[in-house]
Structure formats: C-alpha cells, structure tokens
C-alpha cells in the first residue's frame, strides 16, 4: 500500500517482476480498480469481515432471545436441556474444532504453493462438515421421533396437548422422562453409594440409551450405562421429600426478581445438583413454557446448521478452483457423489426408504458423470490450480467463514448442552 | 520459486514504517506447531467446559462455561482466523459487533428485569392447559 499513492494504476503492475500470469504483466487476479494485489487483498479481507461482524449480529438476535427466556426460566432450561445429548454435543464440537485446523493449515498450504497439500486439506474440511451434519441428523431425528421437535410437533405445546388431551399428554411426559432424558450429570459418580430408590427404570433407561444412540459414540453406552443405575425416581428417593406438596404450583420458585431466578430454596436444598428436576416439580408458568426451549435450540442449531451447509459449498468451489482443468473432471461428480452417499446414509437414522431413491439416482448420476469425464481426462490439460502465494485470497476468506462457523457453534455447546 | 524468500520479505517489509514494497499481500504464514497448539488447547478447553458441568459451583458453573467459551473464541479468532496478524481495522470491526451485540443483550435483559413483578402476576390462580392435566 506504501507505493500506491506514487504509482498510477498499471504502471506498478508493469514494473512488478512478480507477475508471472498473463504475457504483458498484467496480474489476472488484480481487479482494475485496485491499484495493487496488497490492496485488493486487504479490502477483500476488511469486506469479510464486516460482513462476519453483520453474521454475528444476526446470530446476536438469537442470543439475545436465548438469554432472556433462560432469565424468565430457569427451570426450564435446567429440565428441557436434559432431553439433549450433551456426548453428541462434545463430539460434534471435536469434529468442528478438527475441521477448522484443516481449514487453517489449508490456508498455510495455499500460502507455501502446496497445492496438492491444499486439494487434501479442503477435501477433508469437508468430510468434518458430513461429519458434523451426520452426528446433528442424528440428533435432530431423536429429537423428531421422541416428539420434542419444533412448533406444534413438540410434546410439550399447547396444540399437541389439546391435541391428544391431558391424560394422554401425561403418559407421553412420563415416558419421555424414563427413555429419552439424559442421564442426570454426574449423578451416577457422585451418589452411586447413596441408597436410591427406583432402580426399577434404569434396566429401560440403559436400554432406550442403547438403542437411540446405536454405535454412534463409542463409549456412550458405558457412561449412560453407568449413570443409569443410579437414576432415581423423584419422589422416593432417600432423603428427598416432595417439597411442593400442598403447595400451590407458584411457591415452587423463588421470585425470580428476588435473585437470579432458582428452585425455591426447599427443591435447592433438598436436591442441591438440580440434577433430578422432574416435570411435575416444575411450575406451571415454566410446564407451559418447555416448548419454546425446543424452538430456540432448533432456531438456533438450525441456523448454525445453514452456515455449514453454506460454508462447505463454498469450501467445494475453492476445492473447484485448487485443482487444474483435469483434476476440476474429478472434482465435480465426486463432490455431487458425496451429497448422495450423505443421504443414503440418512437412510441409516431416519429408515425413510425415499431416500434410497434420491440418494441413489444422485449417486447414480455422479457416478455415470466421472466415467465419462475420465474418458475425456486424456483430452484436458492438467494444468494447476488457481491459487497461490500471490493470490489466495478465496481460501482465506473462506477459511474465515468455516471458522466462524466454529466460533458459534463454541457458544451454543456450552449454552444449550450443558446447562449446570 | 522465488516466492519463499519474497514472502519473508514482504512480511518484513510489513513492519518497516515506509518500506518500499512491490504491492504483494503481507502474508503471515502461520506455523503447524502453533495450529496444532491452539488445536490442542481447544480439544484440553472442550473436556474441561464438559467436565466442569459435573462440578456443583452454584451460579459460577455459567459464568466459568461462557469464560471457557470466549477463552476458545479468542484463540479460534487469534490464530485460525489470524486477526493476530492482521490489520487492526478488523479486530475493530470485530469488537464492535459484540459490543452492540452485548449491549442489546444486556439491555433486554435490564428490561425484562424491570417488568419482572407485573409478568408474574397474571399467573396466579388461573387455570392453564397443563393443569388440566392434573
């Protein structure tokens, strides 16, 4: 930039002894109202970052709606949080974290001229994005299947329950709470010597763990497993006495504009973890409200969700442009192949046989495409991909997308998954 | 290639008040000892923030959850997204963002504070759907 000023557009371009595209000089990566890449590059960068700054505006909104319901109630998100599967959660967050590496180190690769270390790199960046959509599908159709999805289609509204009336909705909570609820944290170490009555559930809570979470999570049967054991039935376990009987539903809780908004001091004492809140210790404002918890964290993951989707097409057209003109023959049916092995996989959760239809015809069609493409290969010069130490500025800013990505996704583990 | 000691260059040249460069980015090559660094202290960070929720520390537990959280952003947006490196305009551009973000936060916060007592009231005595259930 310290030259720009004395050199008139072009002249600088012509004298640079780095051009070494194009046969006059002439940088075919240099915009012409850029007076030199250096410019260009840096007010590439400023424009993604403020529009980084307006991404996180608008997931600021979000926050926003998140931290003032979960300063309305507490309780809820203390109850409803336990639905989630906070090991799919941690291996998700793994699985981002090791994709944002291979997104950084990407970058380095463009910037040492390591293109075929840049092609690998990108390819795996995108494998840790199926790998995050795979887990999350795998959470969203527990979600749907245990009726705790969106809107009307979530248990705990107001339309499924006058949908199926209150005798039938009370059964359905019941036994959401016995199958579904995440074993209780650290319950299992921390009172495993403690009597406990309600020992009687744990066989089925091993066992619906076991089931909804298959080989998923390696391990995860063990920790379920052993927080099972010790999953104690609200209302009979030692030292717990109901302190909500004979009270009305409101005395439950504190006022929440006495203190940040808790368990009533006799629930705090009695259950000092708030480990074991049940639906019935809830208050009815907090009974009426459990829906929206639901509705914030599908907004919220779902939005989070459209960035990983967005940012690994982005990252596939980099990939696009990292190759030559033969390795772009290769790149093209086998990214569109990759979309049709994700949703045979779908098939896998969801046993939803259309999806062996479409999967298979975009595998299908993919397949056909690279066959053809290799019999043309020979025809196509090799060539070499488009970037390099003097321009990389796609990888770059692409990179920071996928790290932003990240970045959220730091955020809502902790806010939605692993609420103390 | 020429370009490796053009880099080097070009990143020294950065530092120099008027050092006279070709116009080529000032790139920062960031070294795979410390993206494996910070990839490290990110996975040590996530199973600390999963650990520390079996820990009973009262209110503290969210305040050490978000503390985790940032200390990650921050390296995340340091090193991976090199703002380290970079040109101050963007880490302004950055801060600002959660500066208005923090504001609008706080202040709907203050505010659903502030009508706390009246949105309680309404509750009291009414028969809602869910105690119908009882």
């Known amino acids: 930039m310290s030259n720009a000023e004395t050199n008139v557009a072009g002249t600088a371009l012509l004298d640079d002894p780095h051009a070494e595209h194009g046969g006059n000089g002439h940088d075919p990566n240099l915009a012409h109202h850029f007076d030199t890449p250096e410019q260009q590059y840096t007010s590439a960068k400023l424009g993604m970052w403020i529009f980084l700054g307006t991404e996180l505006l608008m997931f600021g909104g979000l926050f926003c709606a998140y931290s003032v319901y979960r300063h309305n109630h507490p309780e809820v998100f203390v109850y409803a949080h336990k639905f989630l599967d906070k090991w799919l959660g941690a291996v998700n967050t793994v699985v981002l974290i090791t994709s944002s590496l291979t997104m950084a180190w990407a970058v380095r690769a463009s910037q040492m001229n390591k293109s075929r270390l840049l092609t690998v790199l990108l390819i795996l960046t995108i494998i840790g994005g199926y790998?995050?959509?795979?887990?999350?599908?795998?959470?969203?159709?527990?979600?749907?299947?245990?009726?705790?999805?969106?809107?009307?289609?979530?248990?705990?509204?107001?339309?499924?329950?006058?949908?199926?009336?209150?005798?039938?909705?009370?059964?359905?909570?019941?036994?959401?709470?016995?199958?579904?609820?995440?074993?209780?944290?650290?319950?299992?170490?921390?009172?495993?010597?403690?009597?406990?009555?309600?020992?009687?559930?744990?066989?089925?809570?091993?066992?619906?763990n076991g089931e909804a979470h298959g080989e998923a999570v390696a391990g995860h049967e063990a920790v379920a497993g052993a927080a099972a054991t010790s999953q104690p039935t609200l209302k009979t376990a030692a030292g717990f006495s109901d302190p909500n009987a004979g009270l009305p539903d409101e005395a439950k809780i504190k006022p929440s504009f006495e203190s940040p908004a808790g368990l009533a001091p006799e629930v705090a004492a009695a259950d000092p973890h708030h480990h074991h809140l049940s639906f019935e210790e809830l208050a009815l404002r907090d009974k009426k409200n459990l829906a929206t918890f639901f509705n914030i964290y599908f907004f919220m993951t779902g939005l989070h969700g459209v960035h990983v989707v967005v940012g690994m097409s982005l990252i596939y057209w980099v990939l696009l442009r990292s190759v030559g003109p033969r390795g772009r023959l290769y790149v093209w049916p086998l990214g569109l192949a990759s979309v049709g092995v994700f949703l045979l996989y779908l098939i896998i959760i969801t046993h939803y046989m259309m999806l062996a239809v479409w999967g298979g015809a975009v595998l299908l069609f993919s397949l056909l495409w690279l066959v053809r493409n290799l019999t043309i290969a020979n025809s196509v010069e090799e060539g070499h991909g488009e970037f390099s130490r003097d321009y990389f500025t796609p990888v770059d800013l692409v990179g920071l997308y996928w790290h932003l990505v990240d970045l959220i996704w730091i955020f809502l583990f902790p806010l939605l998954y692993l609420i103390h | 290639m020429s370009t490796v000691a053009h880099a080097h260059d070009s990143h020294a040249a950065s530092h120099g008040a008027d050092a006279h460069d070709d116009g080529k980015p000032h790139i920062h090559v960031t070294s795979p000892l410390l993206l494996l660094g910070v990839f490290g202290a990110l996975l040590v960070l996530t199973v600390l923030t999963v650990a520390v929720t079996s820990i009973d520390l009262g209110p503290l537990n969210i305040w050490i959850a978000l503390f985790v959280a940032v200390a990650k952003g921050g390296l995340v947006v340091m090193y991976f997204m090199h703002l380290r490196w970079d040109s101050y305009y963007n880490g302004i551009i950055l801060i600002v963002s959660l500066f208005f973000i923090a504001l609008f936060i706080g202040i709907a916060i203050l505010d659903t504070k502030e009508y706390q007592p009246n949105m309680e009231a309404p509750h009291q005595g009414q028969v809602l759907p869910v105690q119908d259930a009882r």
Not at chain 1, 170 to 179: G, N, R
């Open chain 1, 131 to 208: 790998g995050f959509l795979g887990i999350k599908s795998i959470e969203y159709h527990q979600k749907y299947e245990h009726g705790l999805w969106f809107g009307g289609s979530n248990i705990f509204s107001e339309s499924y329950i006058e949908k199926v009336g209150p005798k039938e909705f009370e059964k359905s909570v019941e036994h959401l709470e016995h199958t579904t609820m995440e074993p209780s944290h650290a319950g299992g170490e921390a009172h495993a010597g403690e009597a406990r009555g309600g020992d009687a559930h744990s066989e089925v809570i091993g066992q619906a």
